[in-house]
Every structure is written in C-alpha cells, then in structure tokens.
C-alpha cells in the first residue's frame, strides 16, 4: 500500500521561499520515481520535479534555478525546496509516486517523469499562495 502526506503548504510574499514535505509509504519494494505536480485553479496539472530510483532529476524549465527536489529515504520522505517564489507559483502542489519495474527515467525520459498520467499514486495536495 503506498501513500504520500504533502505538508509545508502557506501564504508568503513574492520573492519568498518554501520547503514542502512528502512522506511517502510503500514505495521502496521496487524502482519508483516520486514527482511534485501542481494544479492552478482553471489550469491542467503539471509536472514540477521529480526523483528516481536510479537518482535521476527532472525539473520544469518554468521552475528551474528556483526549484530543487531531493529524497531522504531514512525518512522516507521527498522535499520541493521552492525559493524566489513568483505570483504565478500559486496553486496546489501534490506529491505523487510511480511504482513499477523500472524507473520512469528508462521509460519515458525527463518528460515522461513530469506526466501526471505516469503516476498511480497522488496525495491530497498542500495549497501554496504567493501574493503581495
């Protein structure tokens, strides 16, 4: 059983900075690769960052310099560092995860880790407001 718990989500001002958090259980009992996707209101949800089992980053070219994702699996759990935060960052961030035999870095490329049809597995989301 696998399932993520996003945290960190807030309000903060342009040019700001945030750490979310995703714990994420189950997905360690074959490759994976663990993805920060974010939806704006009226908008499809896109790919923002993401990590795999063969260590492997893809980040979004609307976010790159700005965004970072790692992984520590003793806690089992993924961070989006979000600094220099701009009005258009706004919208709800999810944590998801792929599990599968092999990483979607093999299968599908740095976009293919950034599809959200690539993943099974989706928490509830954490909003994010950057505003003046």
């Known amino acids: 059983q696998v399932s993520l718990v996003e945290s960190g989500g807030g309000s903060v001002l342009p040019g700001g900075f945030l750490r979310l958090s995703c714990v994420v259980s189950g997905y360690k009992v074959m490759s994976y690769c663990l993805g920060w996707f974010r939806q704006a209101p009226g908008k499809v949800r896109e790919g923002v960052a993401a990590?795999?089992?063969?260590?492997?980053?893809s980040v979004a070219d609307s976010v790159k310099g700005r965004f970072s994702i790692s992984l520590d699996n003793a806690k089992n759990t993924v961070y989006l560092q979000m600094d220099n935060l701009k009005p258009e960052d706004t919208a709800t961030y999810y944590c998801a995860a792929d599990i599968g035999t092999a990483p979607l870095s093999r299968l599908g490329g740095l976009s293919g880790m950034l599809t959200p049809r690539e993943y099974a597995y989706w928490g509830q989301g954490t909003p994010v407001t950057v505003s003046s």
């Open positions: 990590i795999d089992s063969d260590g492997v980053i």
